[in-house]
């Protein structure tokens, strides 16, 4: 079934970064646009930032991310990346990786991973 294990989450100050991973299973990864989302009590998931399929070769980010998160992909390992800087206390959330390019593809989630800013 398909799987997703987020990892990278912790305690930052303001301005800090973070490095987010995602390994994956039980779909073919390397065809698959990916995406992270991420969630605060009391509101949905909200997209942050997706990359195409195959090579990776487009992105997309958030507004409120732009010029600050990164996403990448490496097909061999089946995994998906989320590069944090200058983080503010805004960006405090759960973070989940999900298949898709804008739109979760499945229902099923992983666990997510914490990242809270101090400020």
């Known amino acids: 079934q398909v799987q997703f294990v987020e990892s990278g989450g912790g305690l930052v100050q303001t301005g800090g970064s973070l490095r987010l991973s995602c390994v994956t299973s039980g779909f073919t990864f390397r065809l698959r646009a990916m995406s992270w989302f991420r969630q605060t009590p009391g509101k949905g998931r909200e997209l942050v930032a997706g990359i195409t399929g195959a090579g990776g070769k487009s992105t997309n980010y958030a507004d409120f991310v732009k010029g600050r998160f990164t996403i990448s992909r490496d097909n061999a390992k089946n995994e998906v990346y989320l590069e944090m800087n200058n983080l503010e206390p805004e960006d405090s959330a759960v973070y989940y990786c999900?298949?898709?390019?804008?739109?979760?593809?499945?229902?099923?989630w992983g666990p997510g991973t914490q990242v809270t800013v101090s400020a």
């Open positions: 999900m298949d898709g390019w804008t739109a979760p593809s499945y229902d099923t």
